[in-house]
């Protein structure tokens, strides 16, 4: 069983900063990869940030420096720091792991950006 759990969300104003939190059940290096994901109200899931096993970061357009994926193996957790929030960063943030084939997703955190 893998289990992941995502803290951290809540709400700020436009300009504001947040970081994310991803605890695994076991160690993140049982992951080919680590991701972050988002999803608003009507919108598809997108895919914001990514780790590799082998540290390769990738990042959305949309939130390229503004935002930076990071982990740490010691406490089992990968991070999402955000910074510069828009309101149009408002929604649901997914955690998710890949391990071979199958992908693992948390519950979600609520990120809330209003004016």
């Known amino acids: 069983q893998v289990d992941l759990v995502e803290s951290g969300g809540g709400s700020v104003q436009p300009g504001g900063s947040l970081r994310l939190s991803c605890a695994a059940s076991g160690s993140i290096f049982e992951f080919n990869a680590m991701a972050w994901s988002r999803q608003a109200p009507g919108k598809q899931r997108e895919l914001v940030a990514s780790i590799s096993l082998g540290g390769s970061l990738t990042y959305a357009d949309s939130v390229k420096g503004r935002f930076t994926i990071s982990r740490d193996a010691a406490a089992n957790t990968v991070y999402l720091r955000m910074d510069s929030l828009k309101p149009e960063d408002t929604a649901t943030y997914y955690c998710?792991?890949?391990?071979?084939?199958?992908?693992?997703w948390g519950q979600g955190t609520q990120v809330t950006v209003f004016s």
């Open positions: 998710s792991g890949q391990i071979l084939t199958r992908s693992y």
